[in-house]
């Protein structure tokens, strides 16, 4: 298996889920530019201006009035995992990325209702082996054409077998 950089991972994880329908509405490649724009989950208790602490997912999509939030890594990383992970289980963070994409008018532009919380998911793209884990989507990277696999958790709800 070869490893690939994280920007080739960015590409194809790009590339195989557009295949299954997921549309992107934010990014943060690891080049630093793409068309999509980026957006900082904050968290409420910081003060002052600046990124500090803020958490920028490498990707951002959006399926079936759901949200996917993507970390992309050339191989598994842990860090990824509780990075999505404190988003997720943190009700502050995600009423601030829900402010970010509405000032941004990337809830309405895409038809996210305003309450989404409910409706976010994690996955983690990488191009290593497989690690199968409890709540987060994996996603096997082969190349920058999207060849690969998608790996649910390992009791996934329906709602998250019928998006991937």
Known sequence: ??????????????AILNRR???????????????????EVKWSGRSGKGS????KPDLI??????????ECKSKH???DVKKLRDILSDRDRLRELRKELKTRSLLKTHGL???????VCAAV?????VVKLRKTVVIQIEDMTGQGSVHLPRDPSE???ELF
């Open 1 to 14: 298996m070869m490893i690939l950089t994280e920007g080739e991972v960015y590409v194809g994880c790009k």
């Open 21 to 39: 329908g997921w549309k992107w509405i934010a990014g943060q490649p690891p080049s630093g530019s793409d068309h999509l724009p980026v957006v």
């Open 52 to 55: 500090r602490g803020a958490l």
């Open 61 to 70: 999509g959006v399926k079936s009035g759901r949200l996917l939030l993507v």
């Open 77 to 79: 990383s842990p860090e």
């Open 113 to 119: 209702a305003e309450n989404f919380p409910e409706h």
């Open 125 to 129: 793209a990488h191009s290593g082996a």
């Open 159 to 161: 709602q998250i077998r």
